[in-house]
């Protein structure tokens, strides 16, 4: 009689992009390393894709280093979360997400989020800060301020348009 094993859909992957000096530049999180280094050197950056996609785009000399396989996402992302704090790269406020799971807090609001560790508490500083702007002199409160005042603002002589 033959046994079935209970194996994991998929493995997932810890890497690690290392130039030829040895410093790693990227920390991420994958269950296709090959594709995925392909979607770094060769796909060109496109401002609507999102994840890191041709942030390397046309370096051969990067190589991609497996760190540790997986069976569970949710630790593979924190394990990234914790070397690449280790390695000093920046944590990205919605790193290692799906697209979908992206929207998804964007809309729940980053509160909820941040019980699973998952964002940084980062926007919450920036949102309470009030900004003056120096070409109209209105206070503004929050991220609104770079979308229609400072060098946005109508009022400044340099300002295209």
């Known amino acids: 009689m033959a046994t079935t094993l209970n194996l ?15 410093k790693v530049e990227y920390v991420g999180v994958t269950y296709r390393p090959q594709y995925r280094l392909r979607q770094h050197v060769q796909i060109r950056p496109n401002a609507k894709k999102i ?12 190589t ?5 396989g997986y069976e569970d996402r949710k630790e593979a992302l924190r394990a990234e979360a914790q070397l690449k704090t280790h390695y000093g790269l920046e944590l990205g406020e919605l790193a290692g997400l799906k697209a979908v799971d992206k929207q998804k807090a964007g809309r729940a609001g980053a509160a909820a989020q941040l019980k699973t560790g998952r964002i940084q508490d980062m926007g919450r500083a920036s949102m309470a800060k009030i900004h003056t702007c120096p070409h109209c002199d209105k206070q503004i409160k929050g991220a609104v301020y770079g979308t229609w005042h400072g060098a946005n603002c109508k009022h400044n002589p340099l300002r295209n348009g």
């Open 64 to 68: 991609l280093a497996i760190v540790h």
């Open 8 to 22: 994991p859909d998929r493995t997932w992957y810890l890497y690690e992009l290392v130039n030829p000096l040895g």
């Open 51 to 62: 994840g890191g996609y041709g942030m390397f785009y046309g370096r051969e000399d990067l």
